[in-house]
T-cell receptor
């Protein structure tokens, strides 16, 4: 059973370009979470998605960032017009949830974005 | 708003020592608490998950305790080894939607 998969593992973009980060959850998991780890800072929640729905995007910057989790295919975190401050490690996690309780989140290896 | 604090920020011990890492949180209405390990430049490996109704969990040389009322958790590592060197992260799940992470404890175990 493959774990959470993220690609690419490393991504270099020039300022102003777009970055697309992909996350495939563990088999049987229908809940996906994105977190960001800025250099020398802790992990911060960005967005929580279920298939075709954004459940909580309270941690997403208001501009340039968007996320989706389509019916088919991986979840995508999209950053438009990247700036140097977007350089960070972006982690995806997935879980299998039930109503009224929470389940363990399993993390992918992360995508390290460098903006030059 | 939940805040999670980990003390100490860094710890260096000789091999073989037993050690305790501390995690405190401000909002005790949590679903669960997870301890993770992160190696430099790598992802997160889940070590232990404690549900809000539990007091502790054990896995091998690791033991994690949870005291919801006082907003504290400890991770106990027995007979530390150089391979245990990593950053240890504590994270709490409040709303069932997201994890709030502490800043981590950077552990170095010297041979």
């Amino acid at each position: 059973n493959a774990g959470v998969m993220q690609n690419p593992r490393h991504l270099v973009r020039r300022r102003g370009q777009e970055a697309r980060l992909r996350c495939s959850p563990m088999k049987g998991h229908s809940h996906v979470y994105w977190y960001r780890q800025l250099p020398e800072e802790g992990l911060k929640f960005m967005v929580y998605l279920q298939k075709e729905n954004i459940i909580d995007e309270s941690g997403m910057p208001k501009e340039r960032f968007s996320a989706e989790f389509p019916k088919e295919g991986p979840s995508i975190l999209r950053i438009q017009q990247v700036v140097r401050g977007d350089s960070a490690a972006y982690f995806c996690a997935s879980s299998k949830r039930g109503a009224g309780s929470s389940y363990e989140q399993y993390f992918g290896p992360g995508t390290r974005l460098t903006v030059t | 708003k939940q805040e999670v604090t980990q003390i100490p920020a860094a710890l260096s011990v000789p091999e073989g020592e037993n050690l305790v890492l501390n995690c405190s949180f401000t909002d005790s209405a949590i679903y669960n608490l997870q301890w993770f390990r992160q190696d430099p430049g790598k992802g997160l490996t889940s070590l232990l998950l404690i549900q809000s109704s539990q007091r502790e969990q054990t896995s091998g040389r690791l033991n994690a305790s949870l005291d919801k009322s006082s907003g504290r958790s400890t991770l106990y590592i027995a007979a530390s080894q150089p391979g245990d060197s990593a950053t240890y992260l504590c994270a709490v799940d409040n709303a069932g939607n997201m994890l709030t992470f502490g800043g981590g404890t950077r552990l170095m175990v010297k041979p």
